[in-house]
T-cell receptor, first 115, second 113 residues
Framework: EAEVAQSPRYKITEKSQAVAFWCDPI?????LYWYRQILGQGPELLVQ????????DSQLPKDRFSAERLKGVDSTLKIQPAELGDSAMYLC?????????????FGPGTRLTVL | AQTVTQSQPEMSVQEAETVTLSCTYD???????LFWYKQPPSRQMILVIR??????QNATENRFSVNFQKAAKSFSLKISDSQLGDAAMYFC??????????FGQGTRLTINP
């Protein structure tokens, strides 16, 4: 069964350092999402891609976060510089399209700890 | 703006018993979709069940069913014959039109053997 892949699974870094997370969606899925999930809370959307274009990045802290999906397939989320408050689980999800009834399939996530 | 509220941070149930998780939401739209997602410990989130707002019939998936009360903006999840593998965080979520998927705070479900 096809799954969303993410790496690394765990990342520990010191504040002010740069970190990057990678996501490979299910083959054929045009829409890719990055979520941030703080411990004990539900995921919150950071950025949504439709193919290689950003559809929604209204909640992405653009002074330190960046995301790209250059060829419309896999995606990278970067934080530079990392802050203590960035410690969270970063989830990637994909769906066939951005239509609301399409199921979003989630990856296992990257747990980031900023020291 | 759409909001989703889960008022039960934790729930527990005996194995083989039935448990109901609560969810309320707020939206100004008449057409939207509601979801329950399950997030097991250290594993990826998976979709449990989906409900279209225009459908009056409650969705059912094997041991999982919902009670969708559109006027009351309520969307509860019932798990029958609870199994140890049902232990997880459960998230209620809402999406409308071109808006983003909005999640509740989650309910941690414990199954007691």
């Amino acid at each position: 069964e096809a799954e969303v892949a993410q790496s690394p699974r765990y990342k520990i870094t010191e504040k002010s350092q740069a970190v990057a997370f990678w996501c490979d969606p299910i083959s054929g899925h045009a829409t890719l999402y990055w979520y941030r999930q703080i411990l004990g809370q539900g995921p919150e959307l950071l950025v949504q891609f439709q193919d290689e274009s950003v559809v929604d990045d209204s909640q992405l802290p653009k002074d330190r976060f960046s995301a790209e999906r250059l060829k419309g397939v896999d995606s990278t989320l970067k934080i530079q510089p990392a802050e203590l408050g960035d410690s969270a689980m970063y989830l990637c999800a994909s769906s066939l399209s951005g239509l609301p009834y399409n199921e979003q399939f989630f990856g296992p996530g990257t747990r980031l700890t900023v020291l | 703006a759409q909001t989703v509220t889960q008022s039960q941070p934790e729930m527990s149930v005996q194995e083989a018993e039935t448990v109901t998780l609560s969810c309320t939401y707020d939206t100004s739209e008449s057409d939207y979709y509601l979801f329950w997602y399950k997030q097991p410990p250290s594993r990826q989130m998976i979709l449990v069940i989906r409900q279209e707002a225009y459908k009056q019939q409650n969705a059912t998936e094997n041991r999982f069913s919902v009670n969708f009360q559109k006027a009351a903006k309520s969307f509860s999840l019932k798990i029958s014959d609870s199994q140890l593998g049902d232990a997880a965080m459960y998230f209620c979520a809402l999406i409308q039109g071109a808006q983003k998927l909005v999640f509740g705070q989650g309910t941690r479900l414990t199954i007691n053997p």
